[in-house]
């Protein structure tokens, strides 16, 4: 809670906190469209909402599956009749039913046979359609083997076992449940990602320059008692140098193979609490330095606090402020509107980390950023070849059993999606770029170099650009999640090397060294 914390405190820290956004998280839901026309073994399964009546009153609106084997499916409810719901004999709908379901929408179990032969099964006794509840929270995919079209003419969907449980709760009360099955498309374009997409590019923007925005006025001329003197704010730094760039990608690797053997709600809630941490901490100094930049009288203040020591009044205000606002972030994180919390916890998180970390020169943020190029490619595109799906999507949903999501995402609503849901951007993709863009302002500082001769400018430029070209994917992609920095280290890494190299800076950048710049600076200006 003091503003001038050690050296090794911040190290442990920012360590903690790398490692755990190292978590590259950049995937979108994908919602096929239900635009399939044959019926065949190769159709496309949509997700389908499955809007439901109780005695003619409104329930619950419930999420499902189609089979790949069933007949086309409305993406409107509008002109769509309400459909009557029966449970068969038997249940399981394997063999010959009553034809109690003529008519009725059959409301069948998993299990005992395969999905095509409940289809046939229904379809032959006269029901209009089949819905098929799974014996776990998942919703599988209905699939069949057969090469040869089909003449299955009614909608099959699958729901989940809690789903199923409202139907026949409703069913097992003598009440009469009718359901309407459609699968609305997600549109093309959402506003939620062009927030995201301004949202990042400010936050690595802003992160980058934060030292300048803080920056009280009479800083650079003269330091009282209670202003850090420039040797305690250099200590604070760490540097990274290649060979903890390398070590570095393959704990992240190692921390996101953990993350998929074993997520569970406990591990993700050891997540939120390191989060928590963190972002306490960078919410803290961020604000303590951002008033202390516009009123510098207002940190001379102190007061003695158990266990914690003395600190400034200032600073003590704004640590309870923090905590709070986290605590209570951690208690609505389930509501439509904690996004807005968990950004705002993000978004100060990623500016601590840019002011503790910097890379020192080209070389080793070509050795960073292309190592984590690799590592985002692989564990999005390559890991369904070892594992069971990509590894880096699936730690991305979060356990799926209770709910919980990984913290370390900036997101953003869709606003205009009939499914609901969430923009996402991982913090790696604001923080690695946001390491090099940050070195841009220092050289650019040390260079008096204006912005049209600097670099920081047209960085900046480059990840605006990276972040639309990684949304323009995603489009393409039918909505796949997609390596951000497949696109963000090409557009940011690849600017500068070909700016440095057109004006003959490559060198200078490649081995430049900081703290060789001043020395010289303060030849010259001495001389």
């Known amino acids: 809670m003091n503003d001038n914390l050690s050296s090794s405190v911040n190290s442990q820290i920012l360590t903690i906190l790398i ?6 998280l950049f995937s979108v839901s994908p ?22 009546w109780v005695d003619g009153i409104e329930g619950e609106t419930l999420e499902g599956l189609s089979a790949t084997f069933s007949a086309k499916i409305s993406q409107t409810a509008n002109d769509l009749v309400k459909q009557s719901v029966v449970v068969p004999k038997p249940s399981n709908c394997c063999s010959n039913v009553s034809s109690q379901v003529s008519g009725f929408t059959a409301l069948a179990v998993r299990g005992d046979c395969d999905y095509l032969i409940k289809a046939k099964v229904a379809q032959a006794a006269g029901a209009t359609g089949l819905v098929v509840i799974n014996d776990s929270e998942d919703i599988v995919e209905m699939s069949c083997s057969e090469k040869t079209a089909l003449d299955i003419s009614i909608p099959v969907v699958m729901i989940s076992k809690l789903a199923g449980e409202v139907l026949n709760k ?9 359901l309407v099955v459609y699968a609305p498309e997600s549109p093309l374009i959402d506003p939620g990602a062009a927030f995201l997409w301004l949202m990042a590019v400010a936050t690595v923007t802003c992160a980058s320059r934060w030292s300048e925005i803080t920056k009280s006025e ?3 001329r003269r330091y009282d008692e209670l202003s850090p003197k420039p040797d305690e704010e250099e200590n604070e730094i760490v540097e990274m140098n290649t060979t903890s760039a390398v070590v570095f990608v393959i704990t992240a690797s190692t921390f996101l193979v953990l993350l998929y053997f074993f997520m569970s709600s406990w591990f993700i809630w050891v997540l939120i609490v390191f989060f928590c941490i963190g972002a306490v901490e960078g919410m803290h100094s961020c604000l303590v330095a951002l008033v202390k930049s516009k009123c510098r009288s207002c940190g001379q203040k102190q007061v003695n606090v158990p266990l914690f020591g003395t600190t400034t009044v200032i600073s003590l205000l704004v640590f309870l402020f923090c905590a709070t606002f986290a605590i209570f972030w951690v208690w609505t994180r389930k509501e439509s509107y904690s996004w807005v919390g968990q950004d705002t916890l993000g978004i100060f998180l990623i500016i601590a980390v840019l002011q503790l970390a910097q890379l020192p020169n080209i070389k080793v943020a070509t050795v960073l950023l292309c190592c984590a190029f690799m590592y985002d490619i ?26 919980e999501t990984i913290p370390m995402v900036l997101r953003f609503p869709r606003l205009f999606d009939p499914w609901g849901g969430y923009s ?11 390491l090099l863009l940050s070195f841009t302002v220092r050289y650019d500082k040390a260079k008096k170099r204006t912005w049209k001769e600097g670099y920081f400018v047209w960085l900046a430029i480059g990840y605006a650009c990276g972040l639309l070209l990684t949304y323009l994917a995603l489009y393409l992609m039918n909505g796949h999640g997609q390596p951000a920095l497949l696109y963000l280290v090409p557009c940011t890494l690849g600017t500068c090397i070909v700016l440095g190299f057109v004006r003959g800076d ?15 600076l303060i030849g010259e200006e001495a001389a």
């Open 19 to 24: 490692v755990i956004s190292s978590i590259l």
């Open 31 to 52: 919602t096929a469209s239900a635009d399939g026309s044959l019926t065949s073994c190769d159709n496309i399964s949509v997700s389908v909402k499955i809007k439901t």
């Open 170 to 178: 409703s069913l097992s009360g003598g009440s009469k449940v009718e």
């Open 218 to 220: 009479d800083n650079s």
């Open 378 to 403: 692989f564990w999005v595109f390559i890991s369904p070849l070892f594992f069971h799906d990509s590894v880096m999507i699936s730690v991305a949903q979060g356990d799926s059993s209770s709910g």
């Open 424 to 434: 996402v951007l991982g913090f790696g993709d604001i923080l690695f770029p946001g």
């Open 506 to 520: 490559l060198t200078e950048l490649w081995n430049y060294n900081a703290n060789e710049s001043k020395q010289t």
